[in-house]
């Protein structure tokens, strides 16, 4: 039976760890027994919370029918009923539904589509199970296991704290708190509230600082989260600064329509014509300008966009993203794992003054150490090269269950760090059984540092400390000879030969120890007096480590492809300057004629004009605090960029949420980056970043193609009524015939621009700046001529056919057709603003041709089904007939092809159709 806190006891809360793991049997040395966690997942469910709840179908029903362009339909639909057109009536009616069912399928498809791209970037938890320490799924957590926690890890289930050091999580998604509460082991009042509850972390909350080991106390929908979650309890509207904009566009057109409605009315009043015929023609004049596929357009478009993201590894959070995407000026991305690889080896060890070199059995993939004239070294205890493997490996989580360093896997430059060891012959399996850690500082992105105590063989201590060259120096005292002894600190000669390896590329890393350490210095603290200051002239440097992370293969393509876009690439990282400025040459970022690399030492000396202009005029910073990075995405936004910024630490959250698209890393990224992040990469490749901007760009372009199209086309269904009301003349297109060609030209043609492809240019012109109009003034002139053009060539038909002799019936047919032809030959116009649909290839879009196919037969049920004739209003055509229809169609093509292709040639450098 599962144990409730409340339910005849105390609260989880209020009780001590040893209470708390005593009621769920589970033991702190070995966590739970794995077949005991099956079994209690069968009995307990998956730790998983329900979806949202949806709004009903009503309510989405009712959401769809309230669009003002809607609600005009539904207007005219009553006008024809008062003026005895129930036909017309029935089909506006009817045409109203089916929008409201596609927009309703288009929804749901959207949302499910977002919805499993939000599952792809999964949550795991690090368990302690029989013994042994593993990473699970983070469902597959049960009430019992224990569960490992330290900075940048999103908490998966409610946890009572049994260990802690330091602790600090970021609680705001529970109580609003803006600073990270503090936690410790000590029970609290019963009636506590979820705010003041020290010895919990719960569910979806983010580790900002230090480590713990936390006992499963709930899960699943028993979790104060699924508490919270009831209360909110909606789905997130799909919604998107473009949509809005779009939605404000609606409400105005529709003022518009009605105006313009209002006009046909007076007009064909003062013509002397009855109510029952002038009505008829304002209805028509509504239905045709209404762009009734419109926001479903719009929203599929956006989703399409985001599934291809997502199929070339970056999965989109916020649909916004899509669209700030296309306007992207700046990336500003880290230098390891995203522009390198992310497999760190240690290749150099300096100790003792002398040098080393670890070599890889190129058939075996075993390392050994050689020294400078390439013979086998193996350290001995208690030398400088010993401890400095010692203080690298020392810590180490990964090590421990028996397993080999070869099996292991986890943080790169841990592992990196247990394979020089091993190269030099220690025994870490040895280790960590003699010398047990009994204190740690945590590495944090401030300190730049880590530092262990572990209880010596016999009693004593000894602190072994691994960081950044320049903050390890700080605390040293003297360094050790090749013995192992103290001798003076040469800061010079260290500051040199660490400049001759970072100029290779190669990461360094300064080890240290203090070797007489008090065992206990301080028993309140967590931490055992590990803080900075007292280690400060306490330590003895023992060596330096070089690792080398070759470059991505992919990442100078991908720099090379964003500055042929005009997107700027900077690379900010807190590896030495000469480390980074080898890897920035060696992806083609920086040479020897750019700006000057800029360490986060120098930036924190600048003002604000002075560090504006640093920021401006350099591709490299290196040696730059998360405070530093936050800074310059602010700087560059105050001049005017599109900021994309990637991150992966807990503390690039705030820099990831002020820039406009921040990035997290899907690989080795913390869930506390994720959470904040617009964008994760799965693979945590830059490559992955260009191609992410080449498809939002595409996916803009996409939605103003789509425009581009669908907007002239309704505007000349409107003006062909119109001109028909000022002239008092018969109406060359029905209501009826109007709503079949919106309906069915919507969703068959319009609909495909969304399936393009992104244009071979699409990275080789500059961004599209965020206050440009959505639709550009030569755009709009084009529009205009297609408008027109389709407007002549509906009343040409009417005109011809009516001149042959043709009753009102075959000229309306031939008008509608004479439309739709022309609104198929514009569809392959509005591919692209500069080339021809021969020249992009007529199969690079095999949607559009299948739409346009199904266009054709549903023209053929319009003119030759006798019942869809009966309800639309339509007869059949003969061969002559259609051979004036082609002949419009023809002349029409002409004149939006020449129309186009003199606009190319005065704007070459257009970016969109």
């Known amino acids: 039976m599962t144990v409730e806190a409340g339910v005849g006891t ?88 089916v929008n409201a069912g596609a927009g309703l399928l288009q929804e749901s498809r959207a949302e499910a589509a977002l919805s499993a791209l939000q599952a792809m970037v999964r949550t795991s938890a690090r368990v302690v199970r029989s013994g042994t320490r593993e990473t699970v799924d983070a469902e597959q957590l049960v009430q019992g296991d224990l569960v490992l926690l330290e900075a ?89 600064p473009l949509t809005r904009i779009l939605t404000r566009f609606s409400k105005v057109l529709t003022v518009v329509i009605l105006v313009l409605a209002s006009l046909a009315l007076v007009v064909g009043r003062l013509h002397g014509q009855s109510w029952s015929e002038t009505l008829p023609a304002a209805v028509a004049l509504a239905v045709g300008a209404i762009p009734e596929g419109l926001p479903a357009a719009l929203t599929i478009t956006l989703a399409i ?137 945590p590495f944090s992105s401030e300190l730049q540092l880590m530092a262990t105590r572990h209880a010596r063989p016999g009693g004593g201590a000894v602190v072994l400390v691994k960081g950044a060259v320049e903050r390890v120096l700080e605390l040293c005292a003297a360094a050790a000879d090749a013995d192992g002894g103290p001798v003076p600190l040469d800061p010079e000669a260290i500051a040199h030969e660490v400049s001759g390896l970072a100029a290779q590329g190669l ?35 023992v060596g330096l480590q070089a690792m080398w992370d070759p470059p991505r293969s992919a990442a100078a393509d991908a720099v090379a492809t964003c500055r042929t876009a005009g997107v700027q690439v900077k690379m900010i990282t807190g590896d030495h300057p000469a480390t980074a400025v080898a890897i920035a040459r060696s992806v083609g970022l920086h040479d020897d004629g750019a700006a000057v690399v800029v360490a986060g030492a120098e930036l924190a000396l600048m003002d604000d004009k002075q560090h504006g202009q640093a920021v401006l005029g350099a591709d490299v910073f290196a040696r730059v605090s998360p405070g530093q990075k936050l800074r310059l995405v602010q700087a560059l936004q105050a001049h005017g960029h599109v900021v994309a910024m990637t991150g992966d630490g807990v503390n690039d959250a705030p820099a990831l949420k002020q820039a406009d698209i921040g990035v997290a890393m899907g690989v080795s990224g913390t869930k506390v980056a994720q959470e904040a992040a617009d964008m994760v990469l799965l693979d945590d490749d830059f490559s992955t ?26 505007l000349a269904e409107g003006l062909v009524v119109l001109v028909a009301v000022l002239l008092g003349t018969t109406l060359p297109i029905l209501p009826t015939q109007i709503l079949w060609i919106n309906t069915t030209t919507a969703v068959l043609l319009g609909l495909t621009l969304a399936f393009e492809p992104a244009e071979k240019g699409a990275m080789t012109r500059p961004p599209r700046r965020p206050d440009a109009p959505l639709l550009s003034r030569p755009l709009l002139a084009r529009m205009t001529v297609c408008g027109i053009t389709l407007l002549a060539a509906t009343w040409a038909a009417f005109l ?74 339509t007869a059949p055509l003969g061969a002559d007939a259609w051979l004036r229809v082609l002949a419009v169609v023809a002349l029409g093509a002409v004149v939006l092809a020449v129309d186009k292709a003199l606009r190319t040639r005065r704007s070459a450098a257009e970016p969109v159709p």
């Open 10 to 97: 105390a609260p989880w809360h209020a009780r001590s760890p040893e209470q708390a793991l005593g009621a769920l049997g589970t033991e702190l040395a070995t966590g739970l027994d794995a077949e005991e966690a099956a079994a209690r997942l069968v009995r307990d469910g998956r730790n998983a919370l329900p979806s949202g709840a949806r709004p009903g179908l009503l309510r989405r029903v009712l959401r769809q029918l309230t669009d003002a362009l809607v609600l005009v339909l539904l207007a005219a639909a009553g006008l024809s009923l008062v003026v005895g057109e129930q036909v017309d009536a029935v089909v506006i009616l009817g045409v109203v539904v």
């Open 152 to 240: 940048g890890d999103k908490v998966p289930a409610d946890l009572r704290l049994v260990e802690e050091r330091e602790l600090a999580v970021d609680e705001s998604v529970l109580t609003g708190e803006s600073l990270p509460a503090q936690k410790d082991l000590q029970s609290v009042d019963p009636a506590a509230g979820v705010a003041d509850r020290r010895d919990m972390a719960f569910a979806g909350t983010l580790v900002t600082a230090g480590s713990a080991t936390g006992l499963v106390v709930a899960t699943g929908t028993r979790t104060e989260l699924a508490e919270v979650q009831r209360l909110v309890g909606e789905v997130t509207v799909l919604a998107t």
């Open 800 to 873: 011809l056919e009516q001149s042959a002799g043709g009753t009102d019936a075959v000229a309306r047919t031939a008008a509608v057709n004479a439309l739709v032809g022309l609104q198929i030959v514009y569809l392959f116009a509005c591919r692209s603003s500069t080339r021809s649909a021969w020249r992009l290839g007529l199969w690079t879009n095999r949607v559009l041709l299948l739409g346009v196919g199904l266009q054709v037969l549903a023209q053929a049920l319009l003119v030759y089904a006798p019942a869809v004739q009966g309800l639309f209003g």
């Open 305 to 441: 966009g985001v599934t291809r993201m997502a199929q070339r590894k970056a999965v989109v959070r916020y649909l916004p993203a899509v669209e700030t995407l296309g306007s992207t000026t700046v990336v500003c991305t880290d230098k390891t794992g995203t522009l390198t690889e992310n497999r760190m080896s240690v290749t150099r060890v300096c100790a003792g003054g002398e040098g080393f070199d670890v070599r890889v059995d190129k058939a075996g993939g075993g390392r050994s150490l050689v020294d400078d004239r390439g013979a086998p070294v193996v350290a001995r205890p208690g030398t400088a090269l010993w401890w400095c493997l010692a203080a690298g490996a020392g810590g180490n989580e990964l090590v421990g269950g028996g397993r080999a360093v070869a099996e292991l896997a986890g943080d790169p430059t841990e592992l990196a760090l247990l394979h020089s060891a091993e190269a030099g012959g220690l025994d870490l399996t040895a280790l960590e059984g003699a010398w047990p850690r009994t204190a740690v500082l």
């Open 507 to 541: 990461r360094v890393l300064a080890t240290a120890v203090v070797l007489d350490a008090d065992p206990d210095p301080d028993p309140s603290s967590e931490t055992g007096g590990l803080g900075e200051e007292a280690l400060r002239g306490e330590l003895l440097l």
């Open 689 to 714: 970043v260009a191609a992410a901007v080449e498809e939002g760009r595409g996916v803009f372009e996409n939605l103003v193609k789509f425009l581009t199209w669908t907007l002239p086309t309704n």
